[in-house]
């Protein structure tokens, strides 16, 4: 399996499992003292060993109001192997409390600390420059941005406002950055899987469009920018190539993580995910799987 600048082999294990760090001309394998790999038939060889997970929400734990199956099995294997977890997501239409409380109802083991969303680095930003929210989002995200400062100058702040996008907020907003407001975009995507099983819109049309009338360039607070990975990769004390994004977006989650230096990204088919996602974007994924359950075994096969 080709992987971004190395390459991902696995090794049926005849004798005593070994975690295989490269392979020689000759084929001879490498041997780290005395480590060893606990699995039962194959060792996966990588550039590095992964110590914590970044997993994306929707369209890989739950799509909708229902868990994709193996979800909640599947974080608590990766508990049970002792890997840190960071949920990373770009749900720009429910705020933080809603997005832990569906976690939960599903059985997944989460943390509200361990969930990062856009709408709470963007809130944190205003605070710390004293700048007053515009919103053009969901009005269900809007207490996400209740602590925000409520007088002083201006920045405008987009999301997935759905059905609450039209002329007249849309034109508000221009205006206000056209003045000079900082602009903010809580994501960028293109599409979604929407409650219906098709596919959306997403906010980045309509960041894109306020890019184009304005002139000006959205300052990006979701996926795939390399802050919003990062403050993840620091809120676990490891180092980003350290790290195994997970994803159903190859776009966001995938080609945006390994830009940002993520170490691997492991691209699911589930959510809104498309047949030849896997080479549309680049860098293309480290692997690409069924599912959460598969992509969590590929994981745990790799660490010692």
Request: charged letters at 20%; glycine letters at 10%.
């Amino acid at each position: 399996m080709e992987g971004r600048g190395f390459t991902i082999k696995l090794y049926p294990l005849k004798v005593s499992p070994t975690y295989v760090m490269a392979e020689s001309a000759s084929r001879a394998n490498y041997h780290l003292g005395n480590l060893a790999l606990m699995a039962t038939d194959f060792a996966v060889c990588e550039a590095g060993v992964t110590r914590g997970i970044l997993l994306d929400i929707a369209g890989v734990l739950y799509q909708g109001s229902a868990p994709l199956p193996g979800a909640a099995q599947a974080v608590s294997t990766l508990r049970d192997a002792g890997l840190p977890v960071r949920f990373l997501t770009n749900s720009t239409r429910r705020p933080k409390r809603v997005i832990h409380q569906k976690l939960k109802g599903f059985g997944i083991d989460a943390e509200a600390d361990e969930i990062l969303t856009p709408a709470a680095a963007a809130c944190a930003w205003l605070r710390a420059n004293g700048l007053v929210p515009h919103l053009l989002i969901h009005p269900d995200l809007e207490e996400d941005f209740a602590t925000c400062p409520e007088s002083g100058s201006v920045a405008v702040v987009v999301g997935d406002a759905g059905p609450y996008f039209n002329y007249e907020r849309l034109n508000a907003a221009f205006r206000q950055i056209d003045k000079g407001a900082p602009f903010l975009a809580l994501a960028s995507n293109r599409k979604f899987l929407d409650a219906d099983g098709e596919l959306s819109l997403d906010a980045g049309a309509f960041v894109r469009a306020l890019e184009y009338s304005s002139g000006k360039n959205a300052e990006l607070f979701g996926k795939p920018s390399p802050t919003f990975f990062g403050s993840a990769a620091q809120s676990m004390g490891q180092a980003l190539a350290d790290l195994t994004m997970i994803g159903d977006d190859a776009e966001s989650d995938v080609a945006g993580a390994l830009k940002a230096g993520v170490g691997n990204a492991i691209l699911v088919r589930s959510g809104k995910y498309q047949a030849g996602d896997e080479i549309r974007y680049d860098p293309k994924p480290s692997e690409t799987v069924e599912g959460i359950s598969e992509a969590v075994e590929l994981v745990v096969s790799g660490q010692h």
